[in-house]
Each structure stands twice: as structure tokens, then as C-alpha cells.
């Protein structure tokens, strides 16, 4: 049975808004996405200032001359710093050539010190780590 043209300009119409509206409601997911994306990494590097500097009080409080010995750097501590580095990584995309520089500065910024272990952001950046999207 033939549809007549009315029926036809009905449907094209129907199905153009269909497409348009799921385009709009993907480009305003994806919107929302990147938002909250973007509030995860704030979160992230927040929280780790707090603790940084809750980390540095203490230490001040432990010692009289702050410049004497190095700042050490708890197991716990490390591994929030580790789960940290590994979520921006995630979320940014950093490339691997980057990722020392982040370790580093992630390190300098919950510890406030300009020296730090090359091991310590070994073991951050962990060499078997691999993101989500290489596997």
C-alpha cells in the first residue's frame, strides 16, 4: 500500500526530531560528564592541600627547626597520593611522558618540600600502571 506524501513529510519530520533530540541529549550528557569530571579533579586536589598541610603542621609541631630533616612521607600518605595521580590520569588524559612531572608535583604540593625521592615517584607512577583505555 502506497503512503501518501502527507504521511511521508510526517514521518521525515518525526524522525529528523527524534535525531535531533538525541543529539542534543548526547552533547548535554557529554557536557555534564566533563562537569563532573572537572569537580573530581578539584575534589582530588583539595583534598590532597588539606592533607598536605595537615601533614605539615604536624611536622612542624614535632620539631623545632622545620629546614633539619626531611619530611616523611607515610605508606597511607603515599598510597592517597598514588590513588590521586592515577585518578588525574584517568580523568585528563595526561600522556606518559608528563606523568613524572605530575608525581613530582603532587608530591612537592601535599608535602611542601622541594626535594624529593626519585623512588618514592617511581612507585607512584608505578611501571606496570597502565589506564584503562591502553588495555
Known amino acids: ?65 622545620a629546614d633539619a630533616a626531611p619530611v616523611a612521607v607515610s605508606a597511607f600518605d603515599a598510597d592517597i597520593i598514588r590513588k590521586v595521580f592515577h585518578d588525574l590520569v584517568l580523568e585528563t588524559g595526561v600522556p606518559e611522558c608528563q606523568w613524572r612531572e605530575l608525581a613530582t608535583s603532587l608530591v612537592h604540593e601535599f608535602t611542601g618540600c622541594e626535594r624529593i625521592e626519585a623512588d618514592l615517584v617511581d612507585w607512584i607512577i608505578g611501571s606496570s600502571y597502565q589506564p584503562v583505555w591502553s588495555r
Do not use: N, P, W, Y
Request: proline share 0%.
Open 1 to 65: 500500500m502506497a503512503q501518501s506524501h502527507l504521511e511521508v513529510a510526517r514521518s521525515v519530520i518525526e524522525t529528523s526530531f527524534r535525531l535531533r533530540h538525541h543529539s542534543i541529549a548526547g552533547a548535554s550528557a557529554f557536557r555534564r560528564d566533563m562537569d563532573q569530571s572537572r569537580k573530581t579533579i578539584q575534589a582530588s586536589r583539595e583534598l590532597l592541600k588539606r592533607l598536605g598541610q595537615r601533614h605539615r603542621e604536624d611536622v612542624a609541631h614535632g620539631r623545632e627547626d
